[in-house]
């Protein structure tokens, strides 16, 4: 929430509306899944055959998803040319499991009792009723930014908790869990970086420690560091940061694309304090 009070009206709008469209496409797809008995079955099934590191793993991707909806909105930009973003496609049946997976964790949290029936006819029934209601309350007639983003907020929060829990997610200088740990840079990130050429010659690699001469082509990062190539491609196959300030590339791993955005998002908050 401090990250979003950095915003500006016409940026807070262009969120809020961004964030109702993607909560408009889940339900739509839920609402999709709920109308099929067959297809609800099936994803039902596929969650029951998953162990519980494989549905934090479906919880992750989703945080991931929503994390990167924020900080593209809330991000400052200060680089010219910034990192592409790697690509996080989800099957569609992993999307289905995951959206089935919040609305029992929801309906848990909120109505236990209601999922003590074993039929799952009987809950595809109340799960529908759960969905047609918040959709009502969602309609976009008359919402104001508060109505869609506290609930993504909030439910950000939730899975973020969740994952941190699950043992995935500790502070950096920790090094416990999946999360706090080095990962690789992304490739995709990787052969984005731009090729420069060295004008003035005097700058030293602070990998191998020798000048970078004149005329030779090196890695520039986003932070405008730049490194040999030689030097620093073994280095981004190892870790995400920028050898001299510590500045994170996007990374493939989820768990650490998460703490990474997180990262990210209590930054842009903690500067709405210091103004």
Known sequence: MAALSTLTPPQLSDLTHSIFSDIHHRHH????LLSSPTLFSLTLHHLHSLSLPQKTLLIARNLLSSLRHLT?????KPYSSPPPIPSNTLKQKDLD???????????????????????????????????????????GIGFYNGSVLIPYVEMVTR?????????????????????????????????????????????????????????????????EHLFHWICILPWLRKRNTCPCCRFELPTDDVFGEIQRLWDVLIKVGNRSFDV
């Open 159 to 223: 899975c973020w908790r969740f994952v941190g829990e699950m043992g995935y997610c500790c502070d950096h200088n920790n090094g416990d869990g999946k999360m706090g740990r080095e990962v690789a840079a992304s490739a995709a990130v990787v052969v984005a970086l731009p090729s420069v050429e060295v004008r003035g010659g005097g700058v030293e690699c602070v990998i191998c420690k020798e000048e970078m001469r004149e005329g030779r082509d090196v890695c520039e990062f986003p932070c």
């Open 97 to 139: 499991a995951i959206l089935l997976l919040l609305l029992l964790c929801e309906t848990r949290q909120h109505n236990p009792e209601s999922l003590e029936t074993e039929s799952p006819a009987e809950w595809r029934g109340i799960l529908s009723k759960l969905v047609s209601d918040t959709m009502l309350r969602n309609s």
């Open 72 to 76: 593209l909105h809330l991000h400052p």
């Open 29 to 32: 797809r839920l609402s999709a």
